[in-house]
């Protein structure tokens, strides 16, 4: 007869598997749907089981150590055998399920991840998925989702980066200001311009704000920490802002200024820890989001 006693509680394990896609015992426990008190109360109880401790602080937030990092590559396995057997008994025939959370700036998800993922949906319908909007570098420590999609360049760190496509900062503004206020034909010309950016202070990429342009601080200028919001001050005669072209891309009431002078190319990235990788919900999510990319590559590239 198999004493069980002598093993770990598996669900103890699948907690853990989620604290380690996730990092932090509050997304675990929202993910969950239990709380926070829970899940430490069921690390604690898996360490005390495995005789000695699965994760450890650092400054980067929950690591695994050495006995946590087996035992997550022990509730990978549960969590594959419970998916297959889901499948067999006709209880869940669709592998993809469960919830996947993901950071995304305002702009790339409202025009690239909600139509992929929407699409992914329509083919896994058990599959949940939470966007959540930030615009920021990838975060060096546990950041409570599984997939973080960035703008600019990746710093080095313990993210497995993949690559999702290029695309361009540009000049636009509305045909009525510049009917107003006249159409620059030169850099020199357009730092007399009113402009329409991001706020400097609170940007934490900032390749995409004005001073990285290379534009001096106009004084009378509209910014804002939100993408939409420029695009509208720029529609509504506010200036010349700095906008992602795909955003824009076929929209008639932005009109290029400078458009052989000015470009700034940046890239769209794919982040996560090794642990949220390996899930094939992510990875499905990944796949999704490079397709939506390949078939938006004109917008992008314009």
């Known amino acids: 007869m198999v004493d069980f006693r002598r093993y770990p509680h598996p669900e103890d394990l699948l907690v853990l598997l989620t604290v380690a896609r996730l990092g932090r015992f509050t997304a675990v426990a929202e993910s969950l749907e239990t709380t926070h008190t829970t899940i430490s109360r069921r690390i604690q109880a898996l360490d005390k089981q495995l005789g000695g401790r699965t994760l ?3 400054q980067q937030g929950w690591e695994l150590t050495e006995l946590g990092r087996a035992a997550v590559a022990a509730a990978e396995a549960i ?6 057997l889901a499948g067999q008994l006709g209880n869940q025939s669709d592998p993809l399920a469960g919830l996947v ?3 995304a700036s305002d702009g790339f998800g409202a025009k690239v991840v909600a139509p992929a993922l929407t699409a992914l949906q329509h083919q896994h319908p058990l599959l949940k998925v939470e966007l959540l909007s930030a615009t920021r570098r990838a975060s060096q420590n546990r950041s409570g989702v599984d997939l ?3 703008a600019g360049h990746v710093e080095e760190s313990r993210f497995d980066p993949v690559f999702l496509s290029n695309y361009y900062l540009r000049l636009y503004a509305s045909a009525g200001y510049l009917a107003r206020h006249g159409t620059p034909k030169t850099a020199a010309e357009a730092q007399s311009h009113r402009f329409v950016s991001y706020v400097e202070s609170a940007l934490q990429i900032p390749e995409l704000g004005h ?3 290379g534009l001096s601080e106009p004084s009378a200028a509209f910014q804002s920490t939100g993408i939409f919001s420029q695009m509208e001050s720029v529609r509504h005669d506010g200036g010349i802002g700095i906008l992602p072209s795909f955003m824009v891309f076929g929209d008639p009431d932005f009109v290029p200024v400078l458009p052989d002078v000015f470009e700034r190319k940046l890239q769209f990235w794919a ?4 642990e949220s990788l390996r899930s094939s919900a ?6 999704a989001l ?3 990319t390949q078939k938006q590559a004109v917008a992008l590239a314009s």
């Open 271 to 274: 982040v996560a820890r090794p």
């Open 282 to 287: 992510v990875q499905s999510v990944i796949t």
């Open 56 to 58: 450890e602080r650092s």
């Open 79 to 84: 969590e594959s055998s419970l998916s297959s």
């Open 211 to 213: 001073r990285a342009a």
């Open 101 to 103: 959370r993901i950071s």
């Open 148 to 150: 973080e999609l960035v």
């Open 290 to 292: 490079i397709s939506e």
